[in-house]
């Protein structure tokens, strides 16, 4: 949830921690703060300068007092423990130890309560300032004399999820960075190394990137990295080169970073597909990824948010093309309701992350209970590949802006694979039949492009519409998910009430809402059940509400019911909602723009949710 960034080398630190944090805000922007070493003859002490609100907020102060150091930590904040406020803003310091955290501590109260009886005093509400008092405690046991020591000491007193860095005033050359459960990546230089919370913080300065796993410490200095575990042990591990591009992670003339990973999406979904299509052996590659198809029984998805609405439609492609029978449960909800899942069970997990707690749990749960596990997700090296059994990653490559778009797109491809080579080896799907899916979607980029250059008509629907207090969006088939998914785009960052339904459902509830002041947005592409939505649309009419219908082009009969109609390519059905969600992000995106709410930071809301 938060975003974490360190520097250790020998530039002035503060400027590459606000560079570093300007790329991180989407993780939260609660709060902000920075931590910096000042050495001079008198010795060393830490500046730490903290403020409620956004990084704008905390810039305005450093213009004023600009820490200068060679080793810092700066953090921005998406609020759990305690209220946005400038107390609870990180660093929290506690004697000579300033401490940044993403995550939560468990049992934080009792440890709290051991603190205080022992004299301790503090000054925030937050978890996080109980890891600076039990750090300094060790400090203090040990004479101050081995930092690292003193955080693998406190840390074995912690139960929960922490991506942690720290500074010591006795070790003014050295961050102590550590991960459990959330993500921490180190970044090698010359002279020079760096920690943060996601790579486009720091792929500016290397591309060279070693990825903390569970229960590890990483002593960062100037001169190098060492990992140990929780128990001591070195760990040696090569580090990752990473192929993104620096410019990928900025705007590059955009208004917004929505609008341009709108814009990425045929280019993402060219790259997911890449090299895993084969229109001459009518088959899809996953990679490595060993699905062990003739001993699967089951599958089951999991996700949240936006990556449970790919799940769903997950579902219609893989029963249809295989014939596996499949679950789709929200991950939040999955593993307190006892799921039955053993062996010759699949669990196919969908983050962009990959480091949504409630999915990762998950996994855990249903890897401990036996079954298979499978992720689909965007960011390599991440904790929930990395707890599974195989991994297939999306191409997506950074995606900033909070309300998701081609990273939903991009694991709507993937899962087509997954049904493709599945379909194939159950026998259910004919070569002859894949081999005109596959042909069919290597022209859904070439589509995708085709309706963002609708843009202009759907901006001027949302100027028309964007004063509603309230939206209904109806779909069907693997369609209906995409319902959810645009009323969901639009709820994410507009603030405008939205609803998806399946269209066959509007009768049985949502119909009693409907009049000249509800806008409905209705997905009818030509396909199965298409006679069914224009009935649909007939009764929506007749209760006088306003209809923006996503159709097929070429339809001449959407003109006689619907108020606005954005016409996209045809395509089959199976590749439909690739094309269809396109008309609903931009619907969302210029909405949001009239009425000019923060579309790549909205209120409340984190890129990563990587807490429960």
């Known amino acids: 949830m938060c975003g974490i960034i360190g520097y250790v080398g020998e530039k002035e630190c503060t400027p590459i921690l606000i560079e570093g944090l300007r790329k991180l805000e989407y993780r939260g922007y ?5 931590a910096v ?3 001079d003859s008198q010795g060393t002490r830490t500046q730490v300068i903290r403020c409620r609100g956004k990084l704008s907020n905390l810039e305005n102060l450093l213009r004023k007092d600009q820490p200068s150091g060679l080793v810092g930590i700066g953090h921005t904040r998406w609020a759990t423990h305690g209220r946005p406020s400038d107390e609870n803003a990180h660093p929290h310091k506690a004697g000579q130890v300033s401490v940044i955290h993403n995550g939560i501590i468990e049992n934080h109260l009792s440890l709290r309560n051991q603190l205080r009886a022992d004299g301790r005093v503090f000054s925030s509400e937050t978890d996080t300032e109980i890891i600076a008092h039990l750090i300094d405690e060790e400090l203090k046991k040990s004479g101050g004399d081995n930092l690292r020591e003193a955080v ?3 840390l074995k007193q912690v139960r929960g999820a922490y991506a942690i860095c720290v500074l010591a005033e006795s070790a003014p050359d050295q961050i102590i960075a550590a991960k459990n459960a959330s993500p921490l990546v180190l970044g090698l230089g010359d002279g020079e190394n760096f920690i943060a919370s996601d790579v486009p913080a720091i792929l500016a300065h290397t591309r060279k990137m070693l990825f903390l796993e569970e229960g590890e410490i990483a002593d960062v200095r100037k001169t190098g990295i060492e990992v140990c575990d929780l128990e001591g042990k070195r760990i040696e591990r090569a580090p990752k080169e990473i192929t993104w591009s620096a410019v990928s992670a900025e705007k590059e003339g955009y208004k917004h970073f929505m609008f341009k990973e709108i814009h990425e999406q045929a280019r993402a979904v060219t790259d997911t ?3 895993r299509l084969s229109v001459e052996s009518a088959d899809a590659f996953l990679d490595d990824v060993d699905l062990a198809v003739a001993d699967t029984k089951k599958i089951t998805i999991v996700a949240c948010g936006t990556s449970w609405h790919a799940g769903l439609v997950g579902k219609f492609l893989i029963e249809q093309l295989s014939r596996i029978p499949v ?14 899942i053993g062996k010759g069970d699949l669990l196919l997990s969908i983050s962009q992350s990959g480091e949504t707690a409630d999915t990762l749990a998950a996994v ?5 209970k036996g079954a298979r596990t499978i992720c689909i997700a965007n960011v390599v090296d991440s904790s929930i590949p990395r707890a ?8 997506a490559g950074p995606e900033i802006g909070v309300a998701s778009t081609k990273a939903f797109t991009t694991q709507l491809a993937a899962l087509t694979l997954v049904a493709i080579h599945l379909g194939r080896r159950t026998g259910h799907l004919s070569e002859a039949k894949a081999s005109e899916l596959i042909k069919e979607l290597l022209l859904i980029p070439s589509k995708m492009s085709d309706i963002v250059g609708l843009a202009p008509q759907i901006q001027v629907i949302a100027r028309r519409y964007g004063q509603a207090r309230d939206f209904l969006f109806l779909g069907r088939g693997n369609n209906y998910p995409i319902a959810l998914e645009g009323a969901l785009k639009l709820k994410e960052i507009s603030y405008i ?3 998806g339904y399946p269209s066959g459902e509007m009768k049985h509830g949502p119909i009693a809402l409907i009049d000249v002041h509800m806008p409905v947005v209705v997905l009818a592409p030509k396909g199965p059940g298409y006679d069914k939505v224009m009935s649909n649309l007939a009764e929506v009419k007749a209760r006088e509400g306003k209809i923006i219908a996503v159709a097929t082009r070429g339809d001449k009969d959407i003109g006689t019911v619907a108020d606005e109609a954005i016409l996209i390519p045809d395509a089959p059905s199976f590749l439909q909602p690739l094309l269809t969600v396109l008309p609903l992000q931009l619907l969302a995106y210029y909405v949001a723009d009239f009425k000019g709410t923060d579309i790549d930071q909205p209120r409340n809301l984190a890129k990563s949710v990587t807490v429960e």
């Open 152 to 154: 693998r000491r406190a």
């Open 37 to 39: 070493l000042e050495t």
């Open 30 to 34: 609660d709060s902000a703060g920075v």
């Open 273 to 275: 597909l890449r090299g």
């Open 327 to 340: 679950e789709v449960d929200l991950a939040s909800e999955y593993r307190y309701r006892e799921p039955i």
């Open 497 to 499: 009430h939205a609803e």
């Open 364 to 368: 855990k749960e249903a890897r401990q």
């Open 388 to 395: 599974s059994h195989a991994s297939l990653y999306t191409h």
